[in-house]
């Protein structure tokens, strides 16, 4: 049974760029969350999916936007990068309201 | 707002007992988790607590009081492998149409020396 899988592992950009982070969750599993994890700092809670529609927001700006899937795979995408976008963008899946499991992370550089 | 406080960094020798301390303050609680996290890796699962009391796994053992805000993990035993930060993170939703998400506190380094 695969656990939560993040793509793709590392990645850099550049200011103004934009990038699509993906996450499939745990089989079984419907509800994705995102978080960006600075050096240092705790994950913050960027949005949830669940029934392919977004469900909550964390304090991010427009820049950051979402999509899930029928397969229940989600997207992070973000606009226009700056250098405060670098982090280790994490996802995590549960069965709605149930335990949740982390992927690996997708460590983004922004230069 | 919601937010979480744990010390920043605890010291500490093989063997020894550590207890890190984890205040909140939230609205829509249901419970407080803990996760570990080594350098460069994702934070790992290690307990949660929906109830007032202790829940023990293994050298791990976490506690909650709802009435204070508080709760605190407990590593006995420590290893050199135990060295990685530690947070807190409090379980809640925004809303009836809303999964749970997790609220983090800012993580607490955890050094083990031989």
């Known amino acids: 049974d695969a656990g939560v899988t993040q793509s793709p592992t590392h990645l850099i950009k550049t200011r103004g760029q934009q990038v699509t982070l993906r996450c499939s969750p745990k089989?079984?599993?419907?509800?994705v969350s995102w978080y960006q994890q600075a050096l240092g700092q705790g994950p913050q809670f960027i949005f949830q999916?669940?029934?392919?529609?977004?469900?909550q927001r964390g304090n991010f700006p427009d820049r950051f936007s979402g999509h899930q899937f029928p397969n229940y795979s989600s997207e992070l995408n973000v606009n226009a990068l700056l250098l405060g976008d670098s982090a280790l963008y994490l996802c995590?899946?549960?069965?709605?309201?149930?335990?949740?499991?982390f992927g690996p992370g997708t460590r983004l550089t922004v230069l | 707002g919601q937010s979480l406080e744990q010390p920043s960094e605890v010291t500490a020798v093989e063997g020894a007992i550590v207890q890190i301390n984890c205040t909140y303050q939230?609205?829509?609680?249901?419970?407080l988790s803990w996760y570990q996290q080594h350098d460069g890796g994702a934070p790992t699962f290690l307990s949660y607590?929906?109830?007032?009391g202790l829940e023990e796994t293994g050298r791990f053992s976490s506690f909650l009081s709802r009435s204070d805000s508080y709760g605190y993990l407990l590593l006995q035993e420590l290893q050199m492998k135990d060295s990685a930060s530690y947070f807190c993170?409090?379980?809640?939703?925004?809303?009836?149409?809303?999964?749970?998400?997790?609220?983090f506190g800012g993580g607490t380094r955890v050094l083990v020396k031989p």
């Open positions: 999916y669940y029934e392919e529609e977004e469900r």
């Open positions: 993170a409090v379980r809640d939703h925004t809303g009836e149409a809303a999964g749970n998400k997790l609220t």
């Open positions: 089989s079984g599993h419907d509800t």
């Open positions: 939230t609205s829509g609680f249901y419970g």
């Open positions: 995590d899946s549960s069965l709605y309201g149930g335990e949740q499991f």
């Open positions: 607590n929906a109830l007032d």
